[in-house]
């Protein structure tokens, strides 16, 4: 399977993170996400049936980012691949990027990031 939608810097607000800064003032997050599926369907039917709403999935992410704090970026973006999958009964595997820019690190960095693959 080659096709993918794609979904790039899905920007929120959180408290997620293992420090008490983190968790009582919060940052900003940006998530991208990557869905395998097929698309040959929606190609010819030009379907929203036949695809994955992407406004879903970017609802989807907005609620995980300012839900429910978490220690680790790992366990969101688990969270929000494993409730794509079950949400999405066309996507057979989900791609989850969490970028943290403001991670308490003692380093200049443009960036950290963790990418997790869950598979149908």
Do not use: W
Not at 33 to 48: H, N, P, R
């Amino acid at each position: 399977m080659n096709d993918s939608i794609r979904i790039n810097g899905i920007k929120g607000f959180g408290y997620h993170g293992v420090f008490v800064e983190e968790t009582k003032n919060g940052q900003e997050f940006l998530v991208d996400v990557e869905l395998i599926l097929d698309l040959e369907k929606a190609s010819k039917s030009d379907d929203l049936a036949d695809t994955v709403d992407y406004g879903a999935i970017c609802d989807l992410v907005m609620a995980a980012i300012t839900g429910t704090p978490y220690k680790l970026i790992e366990k969101l973006a688990g969270v929000i691949a494993d409730k794509i999958l079950a949400t999405a009964s066309l996507v057979e595997i989900a791609l989850v990027t969490v970028h943290k820019p403001s991670a308490p690190v003692n380093a200049v960095t443009s960036d950290i990031n963790v990418m997790v693959i869950r598979t149908r």
